[in-house]
């Protein structure tokens, strides 16, 4: 019994890590730069790569053309493609850059979340046109929400605090508690939550673009993404967004970026589990909690009983989609999804108990450039921060009643949580490597191939080495982007990557019938392809595919037969070792860290349903089964990709 409760314990904290893609966009398509000589909805080949630059009528428009752009408005306007004054901003004291796309009075125009509605094609990063004060003050209160603070109150995944603290604390009084902890190997509820994939506070408070407040102005001693806090029942912990939408990269904590090493999914699944068969009374006399804490785990354990798990196929994959669907399977087909006790024990049956659909969680990145929502699209209305609020919280077991109630009272909170995600922006490879260590004569010729190649899907990128007075800017400014140029309105093709994803959709459409989405105007279509995104940031974005499928940008630009069928993944900790910067991305072959090679669960087999690392072949850089790129020209793409 006592291994049972302990069990339970160890990880049931676990619950709703997961499903903390409600802060953000669900593994954002295909992250990969889907080079194309054709428009893959046309039929055979293309110009060959020496062509003229293609961009077709109604894409993406190059950068001096004098084609309008939307404003947030909905008016007109010219693009400005010289930026006569640009240069990167002064780093602040913490070495992040400030905030520059807000205006000191701001526009005051609300966001229009519609299907359809068009986006500017330089972006929307400012979604609610705030000035430059209150953007700024939203987008703090916002990351707090991400990382120390989850702000719905009715979640069902609260845990009591001191018991988690006690369990994983040393006892060395003969308790038996020290016995519990001989079972573990973790130390205390921090060394547990750096097994879960959670990330360390950032060592500085910035105010900029990538920071990330302190609570109450100090570092915490905890990680980002676990929430604690009071309540009338006594202190809880949870976890929130960073904890799947933050990660550790050469030896700095990035909030935004997808977490590599999440174990969520398996924690919340043996939780859920071992859970039904502990009485909470149980719990409540070996470890001496109070009638506050019992109320905790009482609700908790409830909220438990609505909720189906199912365990990703690999480490650091999502397997939310999945358990949104399936809890559903718990509920009632009314408008309210009302939890049903007889469905509890036997729930609807639903396609996805039979295969993976999994995905790794989004970059926040790309989301300004954004109108439609999930990594293929289907997500065509709503806000798709409030969407993910609601798919958290049915993966958490929450009355949707409860939800919705606390949803109209605390608007401002939801437009605080999306401005934080929608104003985030990419790590540049300049902050981790010298700018020297770029060939910058190679990143032109890359560009010229991607321009030709690829921008039609993925947009065009102006570089500071494309500007009047480039010669009188710093090396790094030369190298760094000076402005992203995507879509009106968010592509979607079929480029033959792996279905299952995809085909998962399909479970989520009667989601469109519930109150609480009508009431948001969220609605979902199936769709037949993915999203080609944005490539911001795409040098850190590693590995490839929205199932994790290519190592590094080397396999991307090989044709599927000849991409690695299996691959080792570590956490890049050491840039001269964890990090292939030939081929951008993890080492493969004799190159890969003997560490990694003690860790099973670092093993990715393309072969494993769901895995598969197909796509991006013909009719985007294979020709009648021929590559269409040198190794030279693939070498000058990642240059040209890496200062993105």
């Known amino acids: 019994m006592r291994s049972s409760i302990r069990t339970f314990v160890t990880l049931s904290c676990l619950l709703g890590l997961a499903h903390s893609v409600a802060c953000g966009d669900d593994a954002p398509a295909d992250e990969t730069p889907e080079l194309e000589n054709k428009d893959p909805r046309d039929a055979g080949g293309g110009p060959s790569v020496d062509a003229s630059v293609r961009l077709d009528s109604g894409r993406v428009p190059p950068l001096d053309a004098k084609a309008p752009v939307v404003r947030a408005d909905g008016g007109g306007g010219e693009p400005s493609p010289t930026h006569a004054d640009w240069r990167l901003p002064t780093p602040g004291a913490c070495g992040d850059t400030p905030l520059t796309f807000a205006t000191e009075q701001g526009t005051g125009i609300g966001p229009d979340w519609t299907e359809g509605a068009k986006v500017p094609i330089t972006g929307l990063p400012n979604r609610y046109g705030l000035a430059a004060g209150e953007l700024d003050a939203y987008v703090r209160t916002g990351r707090g929400y991400a990382t120390y603070n989850y702000p719905i109150g009715v979640t069902g995944s609260w845990l009591p605090h001191k018991l988690m603290e006690t369990v994983f604390t040393e006892d060395e009084s003969g308790s038996p508690l020290a016995a519990f902890n001989s079972l573990s190997k973790y130390k205390d509820l921090d060394d547990f939550e750096k097994w879960l994939g959670l990330s360390p506070f950032p060592d500085c408070d910035g105010k900029g673009a990538q920071s990330v407040p302190y609570p109450n102005d100090q570092r915490p001693a905890y990680r980002m993404g676990s929430t604690r806090s009071p309540s009338p029942d006594g202190d809880r912990i949870t976890y929130s967004c960073a904890g799947c939408h933050a990660s550790r990269l050469f030896g700095r904590s990035v909030l935004g970026l997808q977490n590599r090493f999440s174990r969520a999914n398996v924690g919340i699944d043996q939780a859920r589990t071992t859970l039904q068969g502990v009485p909470v009374d149980i719990l409540r006399l070996f470890y001496k909690m ?51 006790p007889k469905l509890a024990e036997t729930p609807r049956p639903d396609p996805l108990n039979e295969y993976a659909a999994d995905s790794k969680p989004g970059n926040w990145w790309v989301l300004k450039y954004k109108n439609r929502w999930l990594l293929d699209g289907s997500v065509v209305s709503g806000n798709p921060v409030y969407t993910n609020i609601i798919w958290n919280e049915i993966g958490r077991g929450t009355d949707l009643r409860e939800l919705e109630g606390w949803l109209d009272a605390n608007q401002k909170t939801v437009d605080e949580l999306t401005a934080a995600v929608f104003a985030a922006e990419p790590v540049r490879y300049t902050e981790f490597f010298p700018a020297e260590s770029l060939d910058m004569e190679s990143a032109k010729r890359g560009k010229e191939l991607f321009d030709a190649s690829c921008a039609s899907c993925h947009g065009t990128y102006q570089k500071g080495w494309e500007l009047p007075h480039a010669a009188s800017l710093p090396l790094a400014d030369r190298l760094a982007t000076v402005e992203v140029r995507y879509h009106e309105t968010t592509p979607v093709h079929d480029v033959g990557t792996d279905t299952l994803r995809l085909k998962g959709m399909a479970s989520l459409v009667q989601l469109n019938d519930l109150s609480i989405s009508k009431k948001s105007g969220v609605v979902i279509k199936e769709q037949t392809g993915y999203v080609p995104p944005p490539l911001v940031g795409i040098w850190a974005r590693f590995p490839y595919f929205h199932n994790n499928s290519a190592p590094n940008l080397c396999a991307v630009l090989t044709k599927t037969s000849e991409r690695p069928a299996t691959y080792w993944a570590g956490e890049p900790a050491d840039p001269k070792v964890d990090f292939d910067e030939a081929c951008n991305g993890y080492p493969t072959g004799d190159k890969v860290p003997a560490e990694w090679k003690k860790d099973p669960e670092g093993l990715f087999d393309s072969k494993v349903s769901g895995l598969g690392n197909q796509g991006h072949d013909e009719g985007v850089f294979l020709k009648e089964g021929v590559e269409m790129f040198t190794p030279a020209q693939k070498s000058d793409l990642i240059r040209f990709l890496q200062t993105l």
């Open 290 to 340: 109070t009638d506050g804490e019992a109320r905790i785990l009482t609700r908790l354990q409830e909220a438990l009983s609505y909720v189906q798990t199912k365990k990703p196929v690999l480490r650091g994959l999502d397997t939310s989609l999945a358990q949104v669907a399936l809890s559903l399977a718990k509920r009632d087909k009314d408008p309210y999804a009302t939890r049903n």
